[in-house]
């Protein structure tokens, strides 16, 4: 991995090649890769190839990231999704990794370009980075320029009549997004793409050429020292093109009954879009206008509203972020500050490894740990297991789904436990504990989602698949399952855990 060197090391190396400058320099632009992986729909990338000769480069900061460095799973993801938009670069894209605001200005004089380009990112500690290398490119005499590539409106764009962010989702989406108008149509791939052939140099003890392509990437150390991602591996497939695919199936095949079928967790009917969206391999602007082209084709009206709608909920967890930089940590709501929350190891441990006695629960944490992913429903079915009847920290859920999620986004993580907790701006009442059992008759009545994560279950009936707790002792004997032995006993009571929640909070109230 490459380490940073403190500027005054750096200093020589510089000034003895800002004399040689190339020939190209001047119309070159360096383009900073960040959450838009793609060249396609891709501002940052299209205003700087229609200047002259791109420089493309990838820095994982993990500096900066500090406390919301990526995951295990995200940063496998990434792997996959750097080598794809390497080769679409032809193995051009520069990968470097350690404190940007160090790294770039020192690059972008290195190699004499005119320009960095970016497509802007809404994380607290990125606007924090962002405005401050701005600052220092701009003193170097470089032009900065950044764009929106992954929201379908701005933050700042969508506000109340009295300039205020909304703190609501239904008005958000209706009122403001309407407000703010259509998204714009998303742009092609540049028409033509000239990168500019690094000198042979070195930068900061490494020869440029050597942090180019799959030796760039293969430094940063991504993928897991122990082989946990074979599953993961079966099930994805990162970059631009598999997101065009997955999409496209999507449209096909899912959204023809997204509003009804996206509840139930062994139906094809959601998109598997998130991580493409988070890591920008796609641009929700594509989605969007590619959804309502397919939509009107075949006279989905209904569908595509809830869809859209729920591409709507990733904007407002982007609004909710950036007007509240302090979401992954506080409660909005302040009285939360004092929720008495149990400590419980044990309990925390069989909710993450899927070992709760409540199959739906049991299944969904499995789904996440083998795939990296878990249905939106059944994320709701084990936030609120986990917050309510487990009465543990949401910290500890937004943890563990931040190291495990393909898709763990900042903005959207942060909000949506918020949101299960009951703390958040648009909170789902403290009072709504979802029912595992109930959720799970209502939506995997025949436990097809179950079966193929809990497969120990599998010879249950499905009248006692949901609940096997409350199986007749001569049911568990026929499917050869001995409680405790081969499935666990429940870690806690449903009735009583949701009465004690459902207490603490009044305690809260008072
Ligand atoms: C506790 C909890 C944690 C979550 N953490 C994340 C996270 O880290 N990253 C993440 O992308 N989503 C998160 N979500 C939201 C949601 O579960 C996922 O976006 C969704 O399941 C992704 O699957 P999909 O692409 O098939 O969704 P689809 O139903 O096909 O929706 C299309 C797109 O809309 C967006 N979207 C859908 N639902 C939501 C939502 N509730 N909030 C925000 N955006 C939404 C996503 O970008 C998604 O890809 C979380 C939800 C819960 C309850």
Redesign the pocket.
Same mark, same amino acid.
């Given at each position: 991995m490459l380490h940073v060197e403190k500027p005054s090391e750096l200093h020589t190396k510089r000034s003895l090649l800002i004399n040689s400058p190339n020939s190209e320099s001047s119309a070159t632009s360096l383009v900073w890769f960040r959450q838009d992986l793609r060249l396609s729909d891709n501002p940052a990338l299209q205003a700087a190839c229609q200047q002259g000769h791109i420089i493309p480069v990838y820095i994982l900061d993990d500096v900066h990231a500090a406390d919301w460095r990526m995951g295990g799973a995200s940063r496998w993801w990434l792997h996959h999704s750097l080598q794809t938009l390497s080769d679409s670069l032809n193995h051009k894209l520069l990968v470097l990794s350690g404190d940007a605001l160090e790294i770039l200005p020192v690059l972008a004089r290195q190699l004499g370009v005119a320009q960095v380009v970016w497509n802007r990112c809404y994380e607290p500690w990125r606007i924090k980075r962002d405005s401050q290398l701005k600052t220092a490119l701009q003193d170097q005499g470089i032009t900065v320029r950044s764009f929106n590539a992954s929201l379908l409106w701005e933050p700042w764009q969508v506000l109340k009549e009295d300039n205020t962010p909304y703190k609501v989702f239904t008005p958000f989406y209706r009122k403001g997004c309407k407000r703010a108008g259509e998204p714009p149509q998303p742009s092609g791939k540049p028409a033509s793409m000239n990168c500019r052939t690094l000198p042979d140099e070195e930068f900061l003890g490494h020869r440029l050429a050597d942090l180019q392509g799959p030796d760039g990437i293969a430094a940063l150390s991504l993928l897991p020292s122990i082989p946990w991602d074979s599953t993961m591996r079966e099930t994805w497939q990162p970059g631009e093109d598999a997101a065009q695919t997955r999409l496209s199936e999507?449209l096909e095949t899912?959204l023809d009954d997204?509003k009804e079928g /996206?509840n139930f967790p062994a139906r094809p009917?959601?998109? /598997?879009?998130?991580?493409?969206?988070?890591f920008g391999e796609i641009s929700?602007r594509q989605?969007w206008h590619q959804a309502c082209a397919s939509a009107l084709a075949q006279n989905q009206d209904k569908q595509l509203d809830t869809?859209l709608s729920?591409?709507g909920?990733?904007e407002?967890?982007y609004s909710l972020l950036y007007h509240n930089p302090d979401l992954p940590e506080q409660p909005i709501q302040q009285k939360f500050a004092n929720f008495p929350w149990q400590q419980d190891k044990e309990a925390l441990r069989a909710w993450q490894r899927g070992q709760t006695g409540y199959p739906l629960v049991d299944a969904g944490m499995r789904e996440l740990w083998q795939t990296g992913?878990?249905?939106?429903r059944v /994320?709701?079915v084990?936030?609120s297991f986990l917050v309510k009847n487990l009465r543990q920290h949401w910290h500890h859920?937004?943890a563990w789904?931040?190291d495990c999620?393909v898709?763990?986004?900042?903005?959207?993580?942060s909000?949506?436990?918020q949101?299960?907790a009951g703390c958040g701006a648009d909170a789902a009442p403290y009072f709504r504990v979802f029912n595992p059992v109930t959720q799970s008759e209502k939506f995997d009545r025949q436990a097809e989602y179950i079966r193929r994560f809990v497969p120990e279950l599998a010879t249950l009936p499905d009248k006692y698949i949901h609940a096997p707790f409350a199986a007749p002792a001569n049911v568990l004997q026929q499917a050869g399952i001995v409680l405790g032995r081969d499935y666990p006993e429940p870690v806690v009571d449903l009735k009583t855990s949701r009465e004690d929640a459902l207490a603490a909070f009044k305690s809260l109230s008072a």
């Open positions: 999507f899912g997204y /996206r009917n959601v998109s /598997r879009l998130s991580p493409y969206l988070h929700p989605v869809f729920e591409l909920w990733r407002f967890s992913y878990m249905h939106n /994320r709701m084990v936030g859920g937004e789904f931040w999620l898709d763990a986004d900042l903005a959207s993580n909000t949506s436990w949101w299960i």
